[in-house]
């Protein structure tokens, strides 16, 4: 019989493409069903090892994604949220958790895959309520799952009369070094290990492979995975390459033991098989299921000495932005509603040098355009509005307390700062954004224009430093100091637009340029308007 080749590529590849949108289409809504609050769950849940575990494998399911859940631990580290203890157990969880699309696709319902996507569109286009919408592009991407492994098989079915085909699963057999090296290379090119491991049930559905080939393809589609992890951490944190030296040593060492144990582990497989019944893909579910388990139970124990080991081979001390409170102590709010504004204020005096460092951070991102500042102004951005909700949540609980008249001015005072602390926030990611813009589209500044921007971000976050040495020591003097240098920005504002003018007008910079200069130098304008704000409430408090 002769193969029509372009018939079996656009096929495989057409079922591949559409599998993987499916997956991502499906994870994508099930987060959004879910809500904003899979890093609370993270944040809160992961007290240990074993809730980590639990976790993550509760939050790959959700989003159908296990790097995807790595991305979101290496965050949490980051931002001191989270021990890599606890990071290691979240990991050996999502390694489980991405199990679960192997055994939504052992189903047998391959037939109803194109009514199911028809009842997920007919929810996404014909009802306007979001939550249906979302509950939709579940549906949808489930039926797509079917569908494009339905595809992939159709198109796999010509090649068990192709001998050179035959021939490679035999090598795959007598040789199971090569299938994993085979799994660990499909899994990097496709870079999704629930896309190699539905290529691998479609094959062995069809035949094409025998288990004992087959389980080696497995073992080496989970050390491919970590590929993805190990190239989104280069030249990013410490934090992030831990995670990722951690991600690849568990799957590596697990892959290894399973190899050596192949013999039982494929008598074993065979075994469960006839006693469940089960069909060729379940067959493979039940494997990749029983691998991650069986490694994680296996690895559990070793997880400090992990963390040990990439400590010692990555070494160096991880910068951390805490997003977490250090003050605010519930327990003073019912007891000493005083004291419980006092930790407040500790806590917003802390909030507000994140804003300092985030404006540092942006400056040197101007100067250098080293990513490194932008990932961290971000980072701090993120952990000013976390702790702006934390503080505005802990002084609505004061505010519901019995307090002086002194008190609730000062309350009054803490509430419109954390306020102003955080449109700070705002403003510098704006600024990152348009150095972005800048970078991305190759916009060149004039030496001018740096030497205002120079002049103007020294003297806007020399301001708002003082304005939060005015709050810590509630010092009147300090507070009209900062009103002095707040009128010296919004001045240097309206003449640096002038020059800018000229620019434009003499041909030295183009138009995009401008954009961006101006918008840089009424964002520096609106911080010093945000300080100034700190500084008048501290005058308007004589209490």
């Given at each position: ?50 809730m ?30 989270m021990?890599l203890?606890?990071?290691?157990g ?30 997920g569109?007919?929810m ?40 050179a085909?035959?021939d ?46 087959a ?24 934090a ?20 050596i ?7 074993y ?23 991650n ?22 070494p ?29 204020k500790?806590?917003i ?25 932008a ?44 306020r ?75 003449k ?34 945000h300080?100034v ?11």
């Open positions: 019989m002769e193969m029509n080749w372009q018939e079996i590529l656009f096929s495989f590849v057409g079922g591949l493409g559409v599998f993987l949108f499916s997956i991502k289409y499906m994870g994508d809504a099930l987060q959004k069903a879910a809500g904003d609050k899979l890093r609370d769950i993270l944040d809160r849940f992961t007290t240990n090892p074993f980590g575990v639990l976790v993550g494998i509760i939050v790959t399911i959700l989003i159908q994604s296990s790097s995807g859940t790595t991305v979101i631990v290496v965050g949490l580290v980051s931002a001191g949220f021990t203890r606890q990071a290691i979240v990991i050996m969880g999502a390694n489980i958790g991405t199990t679960v699309t192997a055994f939504i696709i052992g189903l047998d319902v391959g037939a109803y895959a194109l009514p199911i996507m028809a009842v569109a007919f996404i286009f014909f009802f306007k309520k979001n939550q249906i919408q979302n509950i939709g592009q579940v549906v949808f991407g489930f039926g797509g799952l079917f569908f494009g492994m339905e595809t992939m098989s159709g198109a796999m079915k010509p090649l068990r009369e192709l001998p085909f035959i490679m699963t035999v090598n795959l057999s007598e040789f199971p070094i090569l299938g994993v090296a085979v799994g660990t290379l499909v899994t990097f090119i496709v870079q999704s290990s629930s896309g190699t491991v539905a290529i691998l049930q479609g094959l062995y559905a069809e035949n094409l492979v025998t288990l004992d080939a389980l080696p393809v497995l073992f080496g589609d989970n050390i491919g995975t970590t590929v993805t992890a190990v190239l989104a951490a280069l030249g990013t944190s410490i992030a390459r831990r995670a990722a030296a951690v991600h690849v040593l568990f799957n590596l060492i697990g892959s290894v033991i399973f190899l144990l192949l013999v039982p582990f494929t008598a497989v065979e075994w469960i098989a006839a006693v469940l019944d089960l069909e060729a893909k379940m067959q493979i579910a039940f494997a990749h299921g029983t691998f388990v069986a490694n994680t139970i296996i690895q559990f124990p070793l997880i400090g000495a992990w963390a040990y080991l990439v400590t010692k081979v990555i160096g001390d991880e910068v951390l932005v805490e997003f977490k409170p250090k003050h605010l102590d519930k327990n003073f709010i019912e007891q000493s509603p005083s004291i419980a504004l006092g930790q407040a500790e806590e005096l802390r909030m507000g040098k994140y804003s300092v460092q985030g404006l540092e951070e942006t400056y040197e991102y101007l100067k250098t355009k080293n990513k490194k500042n990932e961290m102004g971000y980072q701090l951005e993120d952990a000013i509005n976390n702790l702006d909700s934390k503080i505005t949540d802990y002084l609505v609980l004061i505010s519901a307390e019995s307090i002086s008249a002194a008190d609730s001015t000062r309350h009054t005072m803490l509430m419109e700062t954390v102003d602390i955080e449109r700070i926030g705002d403003h510098f990611e704006n600024i990152i954004e348009l150095i972005d813009y800048q970078e991305t589209n190759k916009v060149k500044l004039t030496s001018d224009a740096m030497e205002d921007l120079d002049e103007m971000f020294t003297l806007t976050i020399a301001t708002v430093s003082k304005s939060l040495d005015a709050l810590d020591t509630t010092s009147h003097e300090l507070a009209r100091e900062v009103a002095e240098q707040e009128d010296l920005i919004d001045k240097m504002e309206r640096f637009r002038k020059k800018h003018i000229l620019r434009l007008n003499e041909g030295a910079c183009s138009a995009q340029a401008g954009i961006v200069f101006v918008d840089i130098v009424s964002n520096l304008e609106r911080v010093g308007d300080a704000n700190i500084a008048e409430a501290i005058l308007g408090n004589r209490a």
